[in-house]
Structure formats: structure tokens, C-alpha cells
């Protein structure tokens, strides 16, 4: 074992870890940033399907049927700061069934603009003039959000809960900064191959040195 343990090197499998974590987290969407983007107008037209890359204007937005919120706590007197709006989950239409929109901090006037203007256009007025530009992937919706969503549905859309049974599990168009992926997915890279080289060096620079010692040892393995 401890033959074993010296062959290893230590700063190669340190590399090695780090790099794999970096890939696990990035590579996924590293591969949805390198397809085909989808406007937000082929979303309208045609739906969406999970790992797709949707980028662009939005043109119309509904209602939001969810909010994330974060606070602060202070563990000396137990106390919390007021609870500040992360992210908004709006429901976009897509095709013939909606979808989960998150909107950022950023962005959330934009969208409140964007929805009182599509419901405006629902009732008559011009088309919508708010710009909300998105470059996102698409994934299956937390299932803690799922329930909200088909609330939401049932609600205001009236939906039944056997035609929301019958859509399947609801999909997010989560904003994503994809240059940031690519670059953290390839650090990710470089770190692997980079331990696994040093890995590799060492596994054989310490065999050929105890092959040399047994040699040394033992002239008939020389």
C-alpha cells in the first residue's frame, strides 16, 4: 500500500480532482452553448425541448408565478436582513404549452415592463416594445417550482390537472453566461490532463526507480 501510495503524485491528483469538479459543473453547458441558439420567436412558434439553447428578445411574457429570495442572517443577535428578490419565474409561452422563464435581479423591470405590454397586446394595443435580451438553456423545471407552475395554470389559464398531468414535467429557460462556462470548462480540461500527465510521470519514474532498487538488490531481475 504505502508502494502504492508513493507512486502517486500529489499535486497531480490534486490538478486531476479539481479539474474533474470543473467539468462536472461546466461541461453540460458548454455543449448547449456550442449549439444552434433558438430565437425566443421559434420558442413562440414551435416549443421547446430540454438542452436547447434559446438567445434573443423575448417578444411576450405572462405573469410571474414564483420568486427566489435571499437574506442575510446574523448569528450574534439572530436577526435577518429583509429578504431581497433574486430571481423572478415568469411563464412564457411556447408553442402550445407555456414554460418557466427565470429572470434575474437585473432584469426583473424589464420583464414587469414586458408583461404589461403583452397583456396590453392581448387586449388590443400595439406589439410589445420592451427589449429583454436572454442567451439561456433549457432544463426540466425543480420540482419545488413544478407545483407553483401549475398553480399558476390551473388559476389563470384554466387548465385541468389531467391536461397538465398529460404535458409532462414543465421546462425552465434558465439565463446562462456561456462564455464563462467555456472558459471554466476548459480550465477544467487543462487541469485534468494536466494532473493525469503528472500522474503519469510519477507512476513511472518511481517504478523504474524500484525496478532499478530490486535490480540492484537482485541481479537476476537485472
Same mark, same amino acid.
Given at each position: 500500500? !504505502? +508502494?502504492?501510495?508513493?507512486? #502517486?503524485? /500529489?499535486? @497531480?491528483?490534486?490538478? &486531476? ?5 470543473? *467539468? ?6 458548454? #455543449? ?35 420568486? *427566489?429570495?435571499?437574506?442575510?442572517? !446574523?448569528? &450574534?443577535? +439572530? ?9 423572478? %419565474? %415568469? ?5 402550445? +404549452? ?8 437585473? +432584469?426583473?423591470?424589464? &420583464?414587469?415592463?414586458?408583461?404589461? $405590454?403583452?397583456?396590453? %397586446? ?14 439561456? /438553456? ?25 391536461? *397538465?398531468?398529460?404535458? @409532462?414535467?414543465?421546462?425552465?429557460? $434558465?439565463? /446562462? ?6 472558459? #471554466? ?7 485534468? *490532463? ?22 540492484? %538488490? ?5
Amino acid at each position: 500500500m !504505502n +508502494n502504492f501510495m508513493g507512486k #502517486i503524485s /500529489r499535486a @497531480g491528483l490534486i490538478l &486531476a480532482i479539481i479539474g474533474g469538479v470543473l *467539468l462536472w459543473f461546466a461541461l453540460g453547458d458548454a #455543449i448547449i452553448s456550442f449549439k444552434p441558439a433558438r430565437s425566443f420567436d421559434d420558442v413562440l412558434e414551435d416549443g421547446l425541448k430540454a438542452g436547447d439553447h434559446v438567445s434573443g428578445r423575448v417578444p411576450y411574457l405572462l405573469d410571474y408565478f414564483g420568486s *427566489l429570495q435571499t437574506w442575510t442572517e !446574523n448569528s &450574534a443577535n +439572530n436577526s435577518r436582513t429583509p429578504a431581497k428578490t433574486s430571481a423572478r %419565474y %415568469y411563464v412564457l409561452p411556447a408553442g402550445e +404549452n407555456y414554460a418557466g422563464l427565470r429572470v434575474g435581479t437585473q +432584469n426583473i423591470p424589464a &420583464a414587469g415592463n414586458l408583461v404589461d $405590454e403583452t397583456y396590453g %397586446y392581448l387586449a388590443g394595443a400595439g406589439e410589445p416594445t420592451t427589449v429583454l435580451e436572454i442567451d439561456a /438553456r433549457v432544463v426540466e423545471m425543480e420540482e419545488e417550482l413544478v407545483e407553483l407552475f401549475r398553480d399558476e395554470m390551473k388559476e389563470y389559464y384554466d387548465y385541468t390537472d389531467q391536461e *397538465l398531468e398529460s404535458m @409532462g414535467t414543465p421546462l425552465m429557460v $434558465e439565463p /446562462r453566461a456561456f462564455t464563462a462556462v467555456r472558459v #471554466i470548462c476548459g480550465l477544467g480540461l487543462a487541469f485534468l *490532463l494536466l494532473g493525469i500527465l503528472l500522474l503519469v510521470r510519477r507512476w513511472r519514474k518511481i517504478s523504474a526507480a524500484y525496478r532499478q532498487a530490486q535490480a540492484a %538488490y537482485d541481479p537476476e531481475l537485472g
